[in-house]
């Protein structure tokens, strides 16, 4: 198993709230991912991060946020749930490295599965 | 979209069959790996092959990849019940330094 933790697990919350999913490595890597993901199906890349106060939007749009300001820890933010927002939410971390030797293997946590009422 | 697609989309077999899946990409490539879900769990990398080689083996896989036809194929032999869990396909692109490209996945049942 990877060193790489998602907090909490589960999570059943009402519209409109305002939550944080953690997301936390002990591995050092300095390139961190946020993928949403429905049961069975493809993973969309949401946020992702290549080091400390760096921050990328990923292919599909989503009115989340994250956040980078130590290594190890990469929050994602969600300012007011709604039920289009019910899905599994996956972090991965992968080592540092690019150019043609990198192999960007990519490390992930059991996931966060949020559903919104 | 860059997104890669794995054939077929699902698959059912005995146990101790054979399992092949197939994985389609569109952009060239520095590395194709291999990633393995279970079901409500995140994923677990399986295998990687860089775009100079042409078969891999690990255990009871077999990768294969033909960068003229942009795909890789996943072979496990003599499958087993514990291997039931979808399978995805993922490329680094050649400049190694964006994200990793995800297929759409292989759902794999194997009855026992």
């Known amino acids: 198993e990877a060193d790489i933790y998602q907090t909490p697990r589960y999570l059943v919350i009402g519209t409109g709230k305002k939550i944080t999913l953690e997301c936390s490595q002990t591995?050092?890597?300095?390139?961190m991912y946020w993928y949403q993901q429905d049961p069975g199906m493809e993973l969309h890349l949401i946020h992702y991060?290549?080091?400390?106060?760096?921050?990328e939007k990923g292919d599909l749009s989503s009115e989340s946020t994250v956040s980078r300001i130590r290594t190890e820890h990469f929050p994602l933010t969600l300012e007011s749930a709604r039920p289009s927002h019910t899905s599994q939410y996956l972090c991965?971390?992968?080592?540092?490295?690019?150019?043609?030797?990198?192999?960007?293997?990519?490390?992930f946590g059991a996931g966060t599965r949020l559903s919104v009422l | 979209s860059q997104q890669g697609e794995e054939d077929p989309q699902a698959l059912s077999i005995q146990e101790g069959e054979n399992a092949t899946m197939n994985c389609s990409y569109k952009?060239?490539?520095?590395?194709l790996q291999w990633y393995r879900q279970n079901s409500g769990r995140g994923l677990v990398h399986l295998i990687l092959?860089?775009?100079?080689?042409r078969e891999k083996h690990s255990g009871r896989l077999r990768v294969t990849l033909d960068t003229s036809k942009k795909s890789s194929s996943l072979l496990i032999t003599a499958s087993r019940a514990a291997d039931t869990a979808s399978y995805f396909c993922?490329?680094?692109?050649?400049?190694?330094?964006?994200?990793?490209?995800f297929g759409k996945g292989t759902r794999l049942s194997v009855i026992a």
């Open positions: 993922a490329t680094v692109p050649f400049s190694g330094n964006t994200p990793l490209v």
């Open positions: 591995m050092g890597h300095d390139k």
């Open positions: 092959i860089r775009s100079n080689e």
């Open positions: 991060s290549y080091g400390v106060n760096s921050t």
């Open positions: 991965a971390s992968s080592p540092t490295g690019s150019g043609v030797g990198a192999k960007n293997i990519q490390y």
């Open positions: 952009t060239s490539i520095n590395n």
